[in-house]
């Protein structure tokens, strides 16, 4: 775990004001900088924009997919079809322990997203994330670089400033493949237990958890 002396928290506010306007890459060139190979990226594997720009910088970097075992197939063959286009991809695959909750109760993002993920970081300086602003009203002030309190490491979200238009637009002028249920109107995509597809106009994360209060699955609320 980094230390978080004033000095070092002075550092990652420095750096979230700087990033405010800058590129994606600019960030990720920054953050293996300072971190080197102390770094992993957790992906969701519903785009592999910020995926594609990340291997421009740091090829060898750690990705993480986080397996609930309630993934559709069409997001492993999405993660298949990645595998392919970036050969030697370093992918870690967690899986959750024995005897987690069955998919859509109580409980079951803690045990199948949040505790994998907090084993899969840990001893690690920093981790990098596709979210973006836009994504909810509880992202809407995501810092750029912050100090994650609850995962107890440097969180880095390149894309936060980014709508879903700029992912589209990055999408087609570098060719990147799209995940298979997007067009057919799953905008947000997780587990398939607890994701459905929206409506044209309708709010793309309204198909995740719809008809409960639940708006995030606890990696993303620190
Ligand atoms: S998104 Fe749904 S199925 Fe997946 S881990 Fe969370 S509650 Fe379980």
Not at 103 to 113: E, H, T, V
Not at 151 to 161: E, Q, R
């Amino acid at each position: 775990m980094t230390e978080m002396s004033p000095e070092f928290l002075s550092e990652l506010a420095d750096a979230n004001a700087r990033f405010e306007t800058a590129a994606p890459s600019k960030i990720l060139e920054w953050a293996a900088e300072r971190f080197g190979d102390d770094i992993a990226f957790a992906c969701s594997f519903q785009d592999i924009v910020l995926l594609d720009l990340a291997m421009g910088v740091m090829p060898g970097l750690e990705i993480i997919f986080l397996d609930t075992k309630a993934h559709f197939p069409e997001t492993w063959e999405y993660l298949e079809t990645t595998k392919a286009r970036y050969p030697g991809l370093n992918l870690t695959i967690t899986e959750p322990d024995e005897g987690a909750v069955a998919c859509g109760q109580d409980g079951c993002c803690a045990q199948r997203k949040v505790a994998p993920l907090r084993k899969a970081v840990s001893g690690k300086a920093a981790w990098i994330t596709s979210l973006k602003r836009v994504d909810a009203p509880t992202r809407q002030a995501a810092p750029i670089v912050s100090w994650d309190e609850a995962f107890g490491l440097v969180k880095i979200n390149p894309l936060a400033t980014w709508t879903d238009d700029d992912v589209a637009y990055y999408e087609q002028s570098h060719g990147l493949p799209i995940h298979p249920l997007i067009p057919q109107g799953y905008l947000s995509i997780g587990c398939a237990p607890t994701t459905k597809p929206v409506a044209p106009g309708e709010d793309p994360r309204s198909g995740r958890w719809a008809g409960t209060d639940k708006v995030e699955c606890g990696l993303h609320e620190a």
